[in-house]
């Protein structure tokens, strides 16, 4: 008797749960047919195209057609009351008939502007004329030095020639001669 029981209270459940489902689709039309529809940059078909969504909230809708300007349109589906909690459980699990939520949104789509081929080659022309007439361009800058101690040159290995005095010592540097290259650099031999 107690499997009997068991049987039919698994039998009952499993009915429950393969019966209730809600079916949430779009319906996409536009006045241009066959424009090809994209939502949240996922193709989903031509117009008039139906696709499934999953949850309740923001969705972008582009639709492309040649000739047409494409549009992108933000698409706000809201959440009806059996979606909000217990009753979405209810409704997903429990209720044993399908529901069926269908949005349908329409959209209408403009012809692109054509560009005529004078007007282009004209405003080609204006600019580069435009171009021609500016200024001269001005020298660049120099690069911006970044102040902190000057470095310290290499001291001679010479013995016979005294080491250069130390930045902040006191002493006092000779002028260099006009022959000679100032101390610390060395003069550069050949082509």
């Avoid at 499993?14 to 066959?34: H, K, Q, T, W, Y």
């Avoid at 949240?40 to 195209?49: C, E, L, N, Q, Y």
Wanted: aromatic share 10%.
């Amino acid at each position: 008797m107690a499997t009997g029981r068991t049987f039919r209270a698994v039998a009952v459940l499993g009915v429950l749960a393969s019966a209730g489902c809600v079916d949430r689709r779009f319906i996409i039309e536009s006045n241009v047919p066959n424009a090809q529809v994209y939502v949240d940059d996922r193709p989903v078909g031509a117009a008039p195209s139906h696709s499934s969504f999953e949850y309740y909230g923001n969705y972008t809708v582009t639709l492309v057609q040649p000739g047409y300007e494409t549009l992108t349109k933000r698409v706000h589906v809201r959440a009806p009351w059996y979606a909000y909690p217990p009753f979405d459980l209810l409704a997903e699990v429990v209720w044993p008939f399908h529901i069926h939520d269908v949005r349908r949104y329409y959209f209408e789509m403009h012809e692109a502007t054509k560009t005529r081929t004078d007007d282009l080659l004209n405003s080609a022309e204006a600019l580069r004329l435009r171009g021609q007439n500016l200024p001269s361009p001005e020298r660049p800058a120099l690069p911006k030095v970044k102040p902190g101690p000057a470095p310290v040159p290499a001291q001679p290995t010479d013995p016979n020639v005294p080491p250069f005095p130390q930045p902040g010592s006191g002493a006092i540097l000779p002028p260099p001669r006009a022959d000679e290259p100032p101390p610390g650099i060395v003069p550069k031999v050949g082509p």
